[in-house]
């Protein structure tokens, strides 16, 4: 197999940003909306919103404090809440971006190469 051209990779990177964005978890759409795909000499970079790692990743439980007041302010079933710390239970893994790779990219990859 040879390399591919210009316009083969933008059409491969933008059919896997395609996948990348519908099958993203959406909670306010930020993480879903920061989803950029583009071409590198070495190939295609995946890039979005910081906390996409957590999202894609999970986390253990940790514990929330405020970093320049003397509470956290939140909303809880409609109440404004102050509080010390918060004790998160952390976030199951959402393997939205590597499934892609391992079982979308493939396809796109046949797909654009049998044209």
Do not use: W
């Amino acid at each position: 197999m040879g390399t591919l051209n210009p316009s083969q990779l933008f059409r491969i990177g933008n059919a896997l940003r395609n996948v990348l964005v519908k099958t993203c978890p959406v909670d306010t759409g930020l993480l879903r909306n920061s989803i950029i795909v583009t071409e590198s000499p070495k190939g295609l970079i995946i890039t979005m919103n910081e906390y996409g790692k957590y999202v894609e990743f999970g986390s253990n439980p940790y514990v929330i404090v405020p970093n320049k007041k003397k509470a956290l302010k939140f909303k809880s079933k409609g109440d404004v809440v102050f509080s010390k710390k918060v004790y998160h239970p952390g976030i199951r893994p959402t393997y939205f971006i590597r499934n892609a790779i391992k079982y979308k990219l493939p396809e796109i990859i046949e797909a654009e190469l049998s044209k």
